[in-house]
């Protein structure tokens, strides 16, 4: 690519609204332009390390086997009312209707349109397993978007799905995919961990998520740096080593009303040595019913150490609580918190809850914050107006960090993490719901096993970024860069000389196959550098007249101190 019919087009000052670095280095760079909130255009440079990112996910899913297929932006509400998440999905998903009237959804996900291309076409168990991918545009309208593209609303995703005959087969297909990810990570030169993470209803501990690590990052991770212990905090075996540390509650004993649940009553029925450290407890719920009316229970346990309101944990689903405890009133809420309603806030939601109360609150924050009806969520910026955002991560490392692991293996970490991709083991339950089934060797129907799997190839941009930058800008992993190496010229408009080298040495680049760009713009240095290093570019040759009599060359890499002089015969065998 020659620099001057190309498309450079980069900013001395990022908008004021960029919060976090990639995301401000990826607009002053000219990767991409913001159309809406969470909605983006890629302009030519940013989409090249997209198709990077796409290509290198899509060698890998290829080789486990997977097989690519590209399933509708626009999906039929029918689908999803088979599963009943027409209903579930929430906000979230971008609902419309067509010219008649019709119900569709932009997909945010697409287990019910893979389900049912499974039932149509996967009749016998010769045919298994499969595993079908695509790489496509997905609409989430999150409540809300920011950091770039990181928490886009349109975004790109890879999402995988497997069918299987049986639990076994379904346990190596995920074991494929997580091997798969770990050479997709690699490969794209990411620092990352894998951690357990949440199965919700689901069970079993066959969900992983894959995590850049960075300071930025919206999650918690906890793990081991002596052993393979790694774990997303939501995930619930923190509690226990929660519970090892934190120093004996008051108020514990105290019961907000006779027939409401105790701390110690939950934590007995949760088998969690939970009873010294729970201050106290909400029952409330997330599931509500067609008329917005609370449906199943979640508890919340308000884990607190001295006076200090750790977290707020969603310990578990039990259904067995609805028959022997009633829910606690907004009022005893309340007291039994013994404060203002405004101290919960810097505790916070991972995902709206609606509060089960005698009336029922629209939402948690309504009785936390007071006015408004938007949900809070934990690491939202969007906590009640006068409260600070809590840092949960300072807060675990206070109280967790250096304990020993629950493996025995060494001594707990804490860190934060951004979730580029995610595997995950369903079972039947979207074969169930949409009665999915293929005849086994015995001749009998059976639900197929599934499983799922996403990376966020948008998001991985700036995970990359987060993880790679310095004051001058982007510094890419090769496996990532838009371009590899920029041939910069000093010169080109004067100098013959300077201009056939510097082709000779581009032309020899892109026939050994290396992703070059020549800088024949005939801009002065300082200016031509500046914009390499805003973009990235992870490897620089100047070619000027002065070293030309030297028959001499000057490469820098991107995280080099200073420029190496080396013989322009060399050149190949540094770049290569
Ligand atoms: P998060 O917890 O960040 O909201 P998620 O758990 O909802 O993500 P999944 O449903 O697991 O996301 O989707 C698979 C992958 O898609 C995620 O691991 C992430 O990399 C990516 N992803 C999810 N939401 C977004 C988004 N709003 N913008 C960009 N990428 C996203
Ligand atoms: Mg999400
Ligand atoms: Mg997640
Ligand atoms: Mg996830």
Redesign the pocket.
Known sequence: MRASQYFISTLKEAPADAEVVSQKLMLRAGFIRKVAAGIYSYLPIGLRVIRKVEEIVREEMNRAGALELTMPMVQPSELWAETGRWEKMGEEMLRFKDRHERDFALQPTSEEVVTDIARQELKSYRQLPKNFYQIQTKFRDERRPRFGVMRGREFTMKDAYSFDRNVDAAGRSYDAMYAAYCRIFDRLGLTYRAVAADTGAIGGDRSH?FQVIADTGE?AIVYCPDSDYAANIELAEALPLLGSRAAPMHGLEKTPTPGAATCADVAKLLGLPLATTVKSLVLATDDVDEKGKPAGVTVWLLLVRGDHALNEVKASKVEGLKAGFRFATEAEIHEHFGCKPGYLGPIGMKKPVKVVADRTVANMSDFICGANDEDYHYTGANWGRDLPEPDLVADLRNVIEGDPSPDGKGRLAIQRGI?VG?VFYLGTKYSKAMNATFLDEDGKPKHFEMGCYGIGVTRILGAAIEQNNDARGIIWPDALAPFRIVVCPVGWGKSEAVRSEALKLYEGLLAAGVDAILDDRDERPGVMFADWELIGVPHRVVIGERGLKEGLAEYQGRRDAEATKVAIGDLAGFVA
């Open positions: 998520e999650d979730e995610h």
